[in-house]
C-alpha cells in the first residue's frame, strides 16, 4: 500500500499522476538491465522516470513499503485484442479456422459500447495482473483509445487492415487507420500503429497499402503471420508460396518495422528473411495450443537473432491475459518439444516480456527495465504470497517465471503513476 510521507493513504487516490514522487523501498529489485542486477533497495521515482536504484533515500509524495517483495519491470504483452474479452468462454474448442468464422460473424454484430465494455473488462485485467504496456490489433482503436486514456495504461494499438469485401467495418479500413493514427498521434501513452488481419484476407494490394501507410506515418505494422498449417498450405495452393516468401516477394519487409504475430510454421529459410528485415516474432504459446496451431520455432528464431517477445493473444483464445501463465507456459512448451530441460530457461522467457518486448516495440529506450532515466513501469509482487518462498536474489527470476501468478501482483505504476493499489485500480473515470 502506499501512503504519504505522514503514513497515512491519501485522501484521493486518483490524485497521484506522473509528476509524483514515489519511493518504493526494501525490495529485491529485479532491474533487467544490461547486466541482470538484482539489488536489494529501494527505487526512486521522480516525475514519471526511474531517478535512483538501490541505496536511494529521498522525501517523496509517496512510499510504497514492498515489504522484501520482488519490484521488477512490468510487463509487456505483444500481442493481444482487448476488444475480444466479451467473447471469452463462447468459441473453445475449435481449430482456428472455424474459430475466425465464428468470430467474424460475432464482430458483425459489434456495437461501439459493447468494444467500450470489453476492452474496460481486459485493461482491469492486464493492469492487476503486472501488465504496463500492451500491442492490440482490432478495429474500433479510437474507441479503444479512449478507454486505454482512462485507465493509464501504456497502449501500443494497430488498427486492422483487411480487404474490403471480407471486412465487416464500416468504411474502408485503410482510410479507418489512416484517420485513427492521425487523430490520435501524439499522445503520450497511446501509440497509434498498423494491422493487417493475415494473408487470407489481405490481397497485394491491401498489404501494400499498409505497409505504405506504416512507413509515411513512421509506426509499427503488426500482423498475424504463419500461424497455422492451414493458412500457410492454403496460401501455397493458391499463390504458389508460403506467407512469408510470398510477401518477401514485393519486399513487404524492407525498411518496415513489423511485429508478426505466432510464426508457428516457419521455415529456416522464412526465419531467414525475418531476421534479415529486422522482424520480430510475438509467441503466443496458449493460444497456439489451445486452437491445435503448433508449437512456433521460438528457438531457432533466437538462435539466429530474431527478436521474440511474448503474447497472450485474447481472452478468447487464451481465456485469460496473465502473462506469468503465459512466461511458464511459453517456457514449458519449448522444454517438452525439444526434450531438453535447458531449453528456454527463467531468464531467457522473462527477458522476453520485458527487454525484447520493448525491443520488438521500438521503444527500448525508454521501457522493458528498471535504469535511471527509462519511464517508471513497475510492478511490485506479494512479499507475503506463499508461491515465491523461499525468495532471494538467486532465485527470484525462477519464481517470477515458473511459481508467479497475476494475482501476486500488489502494486502496478505505469509512467511513474501508481494505477494498481494493494491490489485495487485508481485512477479509473
Not at 217 to 236: C, F, I, P, S
Not at 317 to 340: C, G, H, I, P, Y
Amino acid at each position: 500500500m502506499f501512503l504519504s510521507p505522514s503514513g497515512h493513504v491519501p485522501h484521493d487516490p486518483a490524485g497521484w499522476c506522473s509528476g509524483t514522487d514515489i519511493l518504493i523501498r526494501n525490495g529485491v529489485v529485479v532491474t533487467q538491465d544490461a547486466q541482470r542486477r538484482i539489488v536489494e533497495g529501494n527505487v526512486w521515482i521522480e516525475d514519471g522516470r526511474i531517478a535512483g536504484i538501490g541505496k536511494v533515500n529521498h522525501t517523496s509524495d509517496a512510499v510504497v513499503d514492498a515489504g522484501g517483495g520482488i519490484v521488477m519491470p512490468g510487463l509487456i504483452n505483444t500481442h493481444t485484442h482487448v476488444a475480444m474479452t466479451e467473447f471469452r468462454g463462447m468459441v473453445d474448442d475449435i481449430a482456428l479456422d472455424e474459430f475466425l468464422r465464428k468470430t467474424f460473424e460475432l464482430d458483425a454484430h459489434r456495437t461501439e459500447s459493447s468494444i467500450r465494455e470489453s476492452t474496460k473488462k481486459s485493461l482491469r485485467e492486464m493492469l492487476l495482473s503486472g501488465t504496463t504496456s500492451f500491442l492490440d490489433l482490432y478495429y474500433g482503436e479510437d474507441i479503444i483509445a479512449e478507454v486505454c486514456r482512462d485507465f493509464r495504461i501504456r497502449s501500443f494499438l494497430s488498427w486492422v487492415v483487411l480487404d474490403e469485401d471480407k471486412t465487416t467495418q464500416k468504411g474502408r479500413p485503410i482510410a479507418n487507420a489512416e484517420r485513427f493514427i492521425r487523430n490520435f498521434s501524439g499522445s503520450r501513452l497511446i501509440t497509434p500503429t498498423v494491422g493487417l488481419q493475415g494473408v487470407y484476407v489481405c490481397s497485394r494490394d491491401t498489404c501494400d497499402a499498409a505497409r505504405s501507410l506504416a512507413m509515411s506515418r513512421k509506426t509499427l505494422l503488426h500482423m498475424h503471420l504463419a500461424e497455422t498449417r492451414h493458412e500457410v498450405y492454403d496460401h501455397q495452393k493458391r499463390t504458389g508460396s508460403r506467407p512469408v516468401e510470398w510477401l518477401n516477394s514485393f519486399s513487404f519487409f524492407s525498411d518496415c518495422d513489423i511485429v508478426g504475430a505466432h510464426g508457428a510454421w516457419l521455415t529456416k529459410a522464412e526465419i531467414g528473411v525475418l531476421k534479415k528485415h529486422g522482424v520480430s516474432i510475438s509467441h503466443c504459446a496458449r493460444s497456439n495450443m489451445k486452437l491445435g496451431s503448433g508449437i512456433a520455432p521460438v528457438v531457432e528464431l533466437k538462435n539466429e537473432g530474431v527478436c521474440v517477445s511474448v503474447g497472450t493473444d485474447s481472452a478468447t483464445t487464451s481465456n485469460n491475459l496473465d502473462m506469468f501463465e503465459e512466461m511458464r507456459t511459453a517456457s514449458l512448451l519449448q522444454k517438452v518439444n525439444k526434450w531438453d530441460a535447458g531449453i528456454m530457461n527463467a531468464q531467457t522467457v522473462l527477458d522476453m516480456t520485458t527487454r525484447e518486448a520493448a525491443r520488438s516495440l521500438r521503444r527500448e529506450d525508454a521501457i522493458g527495465s528498471i535504469e535511471e532515466g527509462k519511464r517508471a513501469d513497475v510492478i511490485i509482487l506479494d512479499s507475503k504470497s506463499p508461491r515465491l518462498h523461499p525468495l532471494t536474489r538467486a532465485n527470484a527470476v525462477n519464481n517470477i517465471v515458473y511459481s508467479a501468478q497475476g494475482g501476486d501482483v500488489v502494486t502496478t505504476i505505469v509512467d511513474g503513476a501508481i494505477v494498481v493499489d494493494d491490489r485495487k485500480l485508481l485512477q479509473v473515470k
